[in-house]
Protein backbone atom coordinates (compact mmCIF):
# COMPACT_ATOMS: atom_id res chain seq x y z
CA UNK A 1 0.00 0.00 0.00
CA UNK A 2 1.36 3.17 -1.11
CA UNK A 3 2.09 6.42 2.16
CA UNK A 4 -0.55 8.39 0.40
CA UNK A 5 -2.73 5.65 0.90
CA UNK A 6 -1.77 5.21 5.15
CA UNK A 7 -3.46 6.83 7.95
CA UNK A 8 -1.67 7.66 11.57
CA UNK A 9 -4.84 7.23 13.85
CA UNK A 10 -3.10 9.55 16.49
CA UNK A 11 -2.90 12.26 13.40
CA UNK A 12 -6.13 11.53 11.95
CA UNK A 13 -10.09 12.31 12.62
CA UNK A 14 -13.06 11.39 10.78
CA UNK A 15 -16.15 13.74 10.42
CA UNK A 16 -19.43 11.93 9.92
CA UNK A 17 -21.41 15.18 9.12
CA UNK A 18 -25.00 15.84 8.43
CA UNK A 19 -26.08 12.38 8.96
CA UNK A 20 -28.99 13.90 11.24
CA UNK A 21 -32.22 11.12 11.62
CA UNK A 22 -34.43 13.65 9.86
CA UNK A 23 -32.06 13.73 6.49
CA UNK A 24 -31.05 10.24 6.64
CA UNK A 25 -34.79 9.36 6.43
CA UNK A 26 -35.23 12.20 3.72
CA UNK A 27 -32.30 11.06 1.59
CA UNK A 28 -30.73 7.78 1.94
CA UNK A 29 -33.76 5.75 0.59
CA UNK A 30 -31.51 5.71 -2.60
CA UNK A 31 -29.24 4.11 -0.97
CA UNK A 32 -29.64 1.33 1.80
CA UNK A 33 -26.50 0.53 2.25
CA UNK A 34 -25.49 3.92 3.33
CA UNK A 35 -25.69 3.86 7.12
CA UNK A 36 -24.37 0.34 7.47
CA UNK A 37 -21.27 1.30 5.73
CA UNK A 38 -20.74 4.56 7.45
CA UNK A 39 -21.53 2.96 10.76
CA UNK A 40 -18.66 0.46 10.08
CA UNK A 41 -15.96 3.19 8.94
CA UNK A 42 -16.94 4.84 12.21
CA UNK A 43 -16.91 0.98 14.30
CA UNK A 44 -13.39 0.91 12.81
CA UNK A 45 -11.86 4.51 13.28
CA UNK A 46 -12.80 4.22 16.59
CA UNK A 47 -11.27 0.48 17.14
CA UNK A 48 -8.31 2.24 15.54
CA UNK A 49 -7.85 5.61 17.78
CA UNK A 50 -9.23 8.05 15.62
CA UNK A 51 -10.91 10.29 16.59
CA UNK A 52 -14.54 10.05 15.55
CA UNK A 53 -16.30 13.56 15.33
CA UNK A 54 -20.24 14.37 14.27
CA UNK A 55 -21.17 16.89 12.72
CA UNK A 56 -24.58 18.17 12.70
CA UNK A 57 -26.54 21.26 11.56
CA UNK A 58 -28.54 23.12 14.37
CA UNK A 59 -30.37 26.28 15.44
CA UNK A 60 -31.55 28.20 18.07
CA UNK A 61 -35.36 28.76 18.69
CA UNK A 62 -36.71 30.94 16.19
CA UNK A 63 -33.19 30.80 14.02
CA UNK A 64 -31.50 33.88 14.67
CA UNK A 65 -28.52 32.20 13.01
CA UNK A 66 -30.06 32.40 9.62
CA UNK A 67 -29.91 35.28 7.32
CA UNK A 68 -32.40 35.70 5.14
CA UNK A 69 -29.88 36.69 2.03
CA UNK A 70 -28.42 33.06 2.29
CA UNK A 71 -30.48 31.10 -0.07
CA UNK A 72 -30.09 27.78 1.24
CA UNK A 73 -30.85 28.48 5.04
CA UNK A 74 -33.44 30.64 3.88
CA UNK A 75 -35.56 28.35 2.49
CA UNK A 76 -35.35 26.82 6.14
CA UNK A 77 -36.25 29.77 7.59
CA UNK A 78 -39.59 30.24 5.56
CA UNK A 79 -40.48 26.33 5.56
CA UNK A 80 -41.35 24.66 9.76
CA UNK A 81 -41.07 21.37 7.58
CA UNK A 82 -37.18 21.71 7.19
CA UNK A 83 -37.33 23.36 10.59
CA UNK A 84 -38.50 20.27 12.04
CA UNK A 85 -35.30 17.95 9.83
CA UNK A 86 -32.73 19.87 12.54
CA UNK A 87 -35.61 19.58 15.59
CA UNK A 88 -36.10 16.74 18.20
CA UNK A 89 -35.30 13.19 17.38
CA UNK A 90 -35.04 13.89 13.52
CA UNK A 91 -32.12 16.81 14.53
CA UNK A 92 -30.56 14.22 16.54
CA UNK A 93 -27.43 11.59 15.04
CA UNK A 94 -28.70 8.86 13.57
CA UNK A 95 -28.84 6.21 15.96
CA UNK A 96 -26.97 3.80 14.04
CA UNK A 97 -24.11 5.95 13.83
CA UNK A 98 -23.32 7.44 17.35
CA UNK A 99 -22.27 9.05 19.14
CA UNK A 100 -20.67 6.49 20.92
CA UNK A 101 -18.37 7.43 24.43
CA UNK A 102 -15.61 9.25 23.37
CA UNK A 103 -17.32 10.92 20.22
CA UNK A 104 -17.32 14.60 19.57
CA UNK A 105 -20.17 16.37 18.14
CA UNK A 106 -19.93 19.60 16.75
CA UNK A 107 -22.64 21.86 15.79
CA UNK A 108 -22.94 24.16 12.84
CA UNK A 109 -25.02 26.66 11.46
CA UNK A 110 -23.42 27.02 7.70
CA UNK A 111 -22.41 24.49 5.11
CA UNK A 112 -19.40 24.04 5.90
CA UNK A 113 -18.14 22.33 9.46
CA UNK A 114 -15.58 24.79 9.59
CA UNK A 115 -17.59 28.32 9.08
CA UNK A 116 -18.18 29.68 12.57
CA UNK A 117 -17.61 26.71 14.65
CA UNK A 118 -14.81 25.28 17.16
CA UNK A 119 -14.12 22.33 14.62
CA UNK A 120 -10.72 24.06 13.73
CA UNK A 121 -9.53 24.92 17.49
CA UNK A 122 -10.67 21.49 18.65
CA UNK A 123 -8.08 19.69 15.64
CA UNK A 124 -5.25 21.95 16.61
CA UNK A 125 -5.57 20.85 19.93
CA UNK A 126 -5.57 17.39 19.29
CA UNK A 127 -2.58 18.04 16.65
CA UNK A 128 -4.62 16.45 13.72
CA UNK A 129 -3.50 16.94 10.20
CA UNK A 130 -5.36 14.29 8.82
CA UNK A 131 -9.01 14.19 7.86
CA UNK A 132 -10.92 11.91 6.65
CA UNK A 133 -14.76 12.64 5.29
CA UNK A 134 -18.02 11.30 4.84
CA UNK A 135 -21.78 12.52 4.68
CA UNK A 136 -24.68 14.41 3.09
CA UNK A 137 -24.81 15.77 0.84
CA UNK A 138 -22.14 15.05 -1.53
CA UNK A 139 -22.18 19.06 -3.25
CA UNK A 140 -23.22 20.72 0.51
CA UNK A 141 -21.25 19.74 3.09
CA UNK A 142 -18.50 17.78 2.13
CA UNK A 143 -17.66 19.90 -0.68
CA UNK A 144 -18.19 22.83 1.44
CA UNK A 145 -15.61 20.89 4.52
CA UNK A 146 -13.10 19.90 1.69
CA UNK A 147 -12.61 23.27 0.39
CA UNK A 148 -11.84 24.95 3.61
CA UNK A 149 -9.60 22.21 5.01
CA UNK A 150 -7.97 21.62 1.84
CA UNK A 151 -6.97 25.60 2.35
CA UNK A 152 -6.44 24.85 6.10
CA UNK A 153 -3.33 22.13 4.52
CA UNK A 154 -4.92 19.00 5.91
CA UNK A 155 -4.52 15.99 4.66
CA UNK A 156 -7.57 14.83 2.95
CA UNK A 157 -9.74 11.27 2.25
CA UNK A 158 -13.22 11.33 1.40
CA UNK A 159 -14.80 8.01 1.80
CA UNK A 160 -17.01 8.52 -2.02
CA UNK A 161 -19.29 5.39 -1.02
CA UNK A 162 -20.29 7.13 2.34
CA UNK A 163 -21.43 10.11 0.65
CA UNK A 164 -24.72 10.78 -0.58
CA UNK A 165 -26.34 13.45 -2.89
CA UNK A 166 -29.86 13.78 -4.00
CA UNK A 167 -28.41 14.48 -7.66
CA UNK A 168 -26.50 10.96 -8.36
CA UNK A 169 -24.80 12.50 -11.45
CA UNK A 170 -23.74 15.49 -9.05
CA UNK A 171 -22.42 13.08 -6.45
CA UNK A 172 -20.48 11.09 -9.48
CA UNK A 173 -18.90 14.21 -10.88
CA UNK A 174 -17.43 15.84 -7.92
CA UNK A 175 -15.95 12.16 -6.51
CA UNK A 176 -14.67 11.36 -9.43
CA UNK A 177 -13.07 14.85 -11.26
CA UNK A 178 -13.24 17.73 -8.43
CA UNK A 179 -12.29 15.90 -5.03
CA UNK A 180 -9.27 14.32 -6.66
CA UNK A 181 -7.62 17.84 -6.82
CA UNK A 182 -8.05 18.57 -3.02
CA UNK A 183 -7.89 15.13 -1.56
CA UNK A 184 -7.74 11.25 -2.15
CA UNK A 185 -11.06 9.46 -3.13
CA UNK A 186 -11.49 6.04 -1.26
CA UNK A 187 -14.36 3.78 -0.71
CA UNK A 188 -15.04 2.61 2.69
CA UNK A 189 -13.11 -1.60 1.71
CA UNK A 190 -10.44 0.98 1.19
CA UNK A 191 -10.34 2.79 5.19
CA UNK A 192 -10.97 -0.84 6.30
CA UNK A 193 -7.95 -2.06 4.33
CA UNK A 194 -5.99 1.49 5.23
CA UNK A 195 -7.04 0.98 9.16
CA UNK A 196 -6.00 -2.90 9.43
CA UNK A 197 -2.41 -2.39 7.46
Do not use: W
Not at 54 to 73: A, C, K
Not at 96 to 109: A, Y
Amino acid sequence: MSSNLSIHPTRSAILSMDLQSGIVSMLAASDPGLVPRVAGVLKQARAAGITVIHVQVGFRPGLPEVSRRNPIFAAVLNSPQHQQLFEGPAGAIHPSLGPEPGDIVVTKHRVSAFHGTDLEMILRAKEIDTLILLGIATSGVVLSTLVDASDADYRLFVVGDCCLDPDPDLHISLTGKCFPRRGTVVTAAEVSAMLNS
